[in-house]
């Protein structure tokens, strides 16, 4: 199992900046990418950004340019540093661990962020 914990959503008027943080824990091996999905009110959950172990990237076009995923492999924790933040970027972020062989999906809890116009 792997334990996924979420911190640093909030309400940020457009333009702002957050940055997000997913630490995690448990039997964090065989991970192939670490990254963020987001899900708005009444739409479908999307991927955000993406990183795999050997260090490539990959973001949503909605947010290329303002949002940046890093990792800190001694920390085993992902962040997402959101910059230029719009109204059409709230939802609630659910950080990601893809695993093993069998490619499972450990999801965290969640953080909502909110960015008001």
């Known amino acids: 199992q792997v334990q996924l914990v979420e911190s640093g959503g909030g309400l940020v008027q457009a333009g702002g900046s957050l940055r997000l943080s997913c630490a995690a824990s448990?039997?964090?091996?065989?991970?192939?990418?670490m990254g963020w999905y987001r899900q708005a009110p009444g739409k479908q959950r999307d991927m955000v950004a993406t990183?795999?172990?050997?260090?490539?990237?990959n973001y949503a076009d909605s947010v290329k340019g303002r949002f940046t995923i890093s990792r800190d492999n001694a920390k085993n924790t992902v962040y997402l540093q959101m910059n230029s933040l719009k109204p059409e970027d709230t939802a609630v972020y659910y950080c990601?661990?893809?695993?093993?062989?069998?490619?499972?999906?450990?999801w965290g809890q969640g953080t909502q962020v909110t960015v008001s116009s």
């Open positions: 990601y661990v893809d695993k093993g062989s069998l490619r499972r999906y450990y």
């Open positions: 448990g039997s964090i091996f065989s991970i192939n990418a």
């Open positions: 990183t795999t172990t050997g260090g490539s990237t």
